[in-house]
């Protein structure tokens, strides 16, 4: 057998498993994809093209859509008596170059650095007819994947029980500076040393914040009671009485102390619920729905810039932008200070009330807090620069949240400003919103 052959036959059966849908347990397993393979792989050793084919079709059952490597060993089963030496040598290299891509990165994605040379490979072998159905599928197959990952593309999954969950859009792949710089009025120790990090697979985040309506339509569907509502650690919620804030019993999503309308964003969720609601999205649509990473977040936040505030540093922009600490809530508490300018919104606003960012996201900064995946660290000392959570280390106990609130001041809705709480914790300035592998 060509060595090569051999190679990609290895390969895939080790890295196929990254392609296989959540959910499908058997493929997921390497050994067991190892040995669907070892038919197909005697059979085309004996140059036996008719069962190598059928062996694919029966692996490609099991780990569902077609993908270039599959295409590119059906080409050469059919194919292969018939393929000039030098076609024969292109397509191996591009076999073994893709089987290298998807066991390194473990996602279609990277296989888009080479697509262009795929296309011009398949359009000369397209002189062999019966290679035209191939070339067809993939170009729809990769013609999708373009799509799916189209920067700015936005989109809702259908739900199992019904309806529709958050609406999502595409973030471009990038680098960027995350954290502070000394010297940025309202700068922390926490955001520091500002550090480059690298995004380099795309993934999706909500346009807005979870609301009141969504996170109803997972309570209404699995009964769940949030942290508040169950007292654990503590009795219901953080609000305010009397002028303080203060854990107080019988407080929760759906008695905040203010009144909320469906399309505000849901508050007094720990990261716990924010998890249980991610994971029951996860299994209505076959997607995994998670919270971002902290890089993630600060890099869809910054959308392209580095001032402290997305939209430049003219605090007289601020309330087109987030909803803060401004004159309408200085109304009811005069006592406090508050920013110059009035947006007439005391508490928490309706989702894309405000301007969105370059990226079309709504509500970054001001209205809720936004629970991340990252567990609490005191620095950036030893941060990971890929854009991955950073779970290790420090506290787990306490997880990270990013951009400010209703009650914050401009130093508080910073693209760098960051806080935490415990997984637990829960308040009526803090939610959250989601992110989604792609």
Request: glycine fraction near 8%.
């Amino acid at each position: 057998m060509h060595q090569t052959t051999k190679l990609l036959f290895s390969l895939l059966a080790l890295t196929l498993v990254a392609l296989v849908p959540v959910g499908n347990t058997m493929a997921q397993n390497p050994v067991i994809a190892r040995f669907m393979f070892e038919d197909a792989e005697a059979a085309y050793a004996k140059k036996d093209y008719v069962t190598t084919l059928a062996k694919l079709e029966e692996a490609e059952q099991e780990f569902g859509k077609i993908n270039p490597p599959i295409l590119y060993l059906r080409i050469m089963a059919r194919h292969g008596s018939l393929i000039t030496k030098e076609d024969f040598d292109t397509i191996e290299r591009l076999r073994e170059e893709t089987a290298r891509y998807l066991r390194d990165y473990g996602e279609l994605e990277s296989v888009r650095d080479h697509a262009r040379e795929v296309y011009q490979v398949f359009t000369k072998l397209r002189k062999y007819p019966a290679t035209r159905a191939e070339y067809a599928e993939y170009a729809k197959h990769e013609s999708e994947l373009r799509e799916r990952l189209r920067p700015g593309r936005s989109f809702r999954d259908s739900l199992g029980v019904g309806g529709e969950g958050p609406e999502m859009v595409v973030i471009p792949t990038g680098s960027f500076m995350m954290g502070s710089q000394p010297g940025e009025a309202g700068r922390k120790n926490s955001e520091g040393p500002q550090h480059k990090v690298t995004i380099a697979r795309s993934f999706a985040i909500g346009r807005y914040e979870v609301t009141v309506g969504d996170f109803g339509r997972f309570v209404a569907a699995t009964a769940y009671r949030t942290d508040a509502e169950r007292n654990v650690g503590r009795k219901g919620c953080v609000t305010e009485k009397n002028g303080k804030m203060q854990y107080l019993e019988g407080s929760s999503w759906l008695a905040t102390g203010f009144r909320q309308e469906v399309n505000e964003p849901v508050t007094c969720v720990s990261w716990n619920d924010a998890i249980a609601y991610a994971d029951w999205l996860s299994t209505q649509t076959g997607k995994r729905y998670r919270l971002p990473t902290e890089a993630e977040w600060e890099y869809a936040a910054r959308a392209g810039t580095q001032t402290a505030y997305y939209w430049g540093d003219d605090p007289d922009q601020t309330c087109r932008h987030v909803n803060l600490f401004d004159q309408a809530l200085k109304r009811k508490s005069p006592e406090w200070a508050a920013v110059s300018c009035d947006d007439g919104v005391i508490y928490t606003a309706e989702v894309g009330r405000y301007m969105p960012n370059a990226f079309g996201l709504h509500d970054m900064f001001g209205n809720v807090f936004e629970w991340v995946e990252d567990c609490w660290h005191e620095n950036y000392e030893g941060a990971p620069t890929d854009g991955s959570a950073w779970t290790r280390g420090d506290d787990c106990g306490k997880r990270v949240k990013r951009g400010g609130t209703w009650l914050a001041l401009l130093p508080g809705v910073r693209s760098a400003g960051r806080d935490w709480g415990s997984a637990a914790a829960r308040s009526y300035i803090s939610g959250f919103r989601l992110a989604q592998d792609l």
